[in-house]
């Protein structure tokens, strides 16, 4: 029976303490919050994406992508659904494959999960925060609250510097580097647009489906159709933060960002324009805003009206050709330019971490010191939008807690 420490409750760090207790491991948890899995309290808008139905590698992404196959591969759908079984969670399917609790509730998860820990015997300990971890012959002695602690395997599981406001730190790369790591520098992902359109007040709180094309430096990179949000500082939603990765990359590198909205994506260009030639018919002593009230939400045709400079059209029965040609290119090719993003504070997840390459895709045990493990976001493994995330810290916290020998 090995002396295991793991850094980190949230839920690769649960999940590895569950596994490695299951094990027979003496397992001891450190947390430097005062309460385990604040991030996971936070997902899926309080009810918690555990998980989806289609994971698969092309949804994760990284310097070494097919690093994280064996993980995957260990710890699928099916194995997910079982282990949340085991712990008396029942899930429910909700859009696009996601899995949820079916008690709609983020709490129900992280309830479960600690009272596995506790029922384990693994040892808890919050507001725990570890200052220095040193490798003294076979053993790991850490620097706890002016005490130390020796342990026969080290498990990083600190998550990164997204959301600092639930205690994130990103303190795992400073270990990982002091211990003789390679940090892939991080930059957020999963994360909300800045856009400098004036009129983008107007139209907050507009949620459609939409498909969304990115472009960097003028070239299209990226596609992606799914929810849109309008907000008073740019654009959220799911098609956003699927494209937001692309998007931080290119601010590193200094490259200049856009975004071309179909906001109609299930209607031609000629189908439209046949559509609001028709609906001249119904125009007679309606404003132009609520003759396409009829249409799209009222905010969005205030905002289409602002940016295809029509407002000087009082009634919408005296549109011509140039005009309605000029509404079908608002909404079907709207560009806006996105000059930042919401930066670590909003980010779900970053991209970028400890360099995968450097340890074993088997067990991710470090290729340069025996028994120090990496699991979770600290990686420089990150998914799209849907669950894709949390699976992984999942997969790869069960994979660590079953290789621990």
């Known amino acids: 029976m090995s002396r295991v420490v793991i850094i980190g409750a949230g839920a690769s760090g649960l999940v590895c303490a569950i596994e490695a207790a299951r094990k027979g491991h003496s397992v001891t948890l450190f947390e430097k919050n005062s309460k385990v899995g604040r991030k996971i309290l936070a997902t ?5 994406n555990i998980s989806n139905e289609k994971i698969n590698l092309e949804r994760y992404h990284g310097e070494s992508p097919n690093f994280a196959k064996e993980a995957l591969r260990r710890f699928d759908t099916l194995t997910c659904k079982t282990f949340f079984r085991s712990l008396g969670l029942e899930m429910r399917e909700g859009e696009e494959g996601r899995l949820y609790p079916m008690s709609h509730q983020a709490s129900s998860v992280v309830d479960m ?3 596995e820990v506790r029922a384990l015997h693994v040892n808890v300990l919050l507001e725990c925060e570890v200052a220095k971890i040193e490798k003294k012959g076979v053993e790991f002695v850490l620097h706890v ?7 026969d395997a ?16 990103g303190s795992g790369y400073g270990f990982a580097k002091t211990l003789g790591h390679s940090v892939i520098e991080p930059y957020p992902s999963l994360v909300q647009c800045v856009c400098d359109e004036p009129h983008l007040k107007e139209v907050s709180g507009v949620k459609m489906d939409a498909n969304v094309e990115l472009y960097i430096d003028n070239q299209k990179c990226q596609s992606v159709q799914g929810d849109l949000l309008f907000t008073a500082y740019g654009l959220s939603g799911s098609a956003i933060l699927d494209l937001s990765r692309k998007a931080s990359n290119a601010f590193v590198n200094g490259e200049t960002v856009d975004v071309v909205l179909d906001l109609l994506p299930n209607m031609s260009r000629e189908a439209l324009s046949s559509l609001l030639q028709k609906r001249l018919s119904v125009a007679k002593d309606k404003s132009l805003s609520l003759w396409l009230e009829g249409m799209i939400p009222k905010k969005l045709a205030h905002f289409i009206i602002e940016n295809t400079h029509l407002t000087h059209i009082k009634e919408a029965s005296s549109l011509g050709a140039k005009e309605i040609k000029k509404m079908v290119f608002a909404l079907k090719s709207l560009r806006l330019h996105v000059k930042a993003t919401k930066g670590f504070e909003s980010a779900e997840v970053c991209a970028g971490g400890v360099d ?5 895709s088997k067990n991710l045990m470090s290729q340069k010191i025996k028994n120090l493990y990496f699991c979770g976001e600290v990686l420089d493994i990150d998914g799209d939008c849907g669950g894709f995330n949390l699976h992984f810290a999942w997969a790869s916290g069960y994979l660590v807690g079953q290789s621990l020998h």
Not at 44 to 48: A, D, L, R, S, V
Not at 145 to 151: A, G, M, V
């Open 113 to 115: 999960l600690l009272h």
């Open 154 to 169: 080290c498990v990083i599981a600190t998550g990164s510097v997204a959301m600092p406001t639930l205690g994130s730190s």
């Open 44 to 48: 899926g808008n309080g009810k918690c």
């Open 145 to 151: 609250n002016d005490l130390t602690h020796t342990f």
């Open 356 to 360: 995968v390459r450097e340890l074993e």
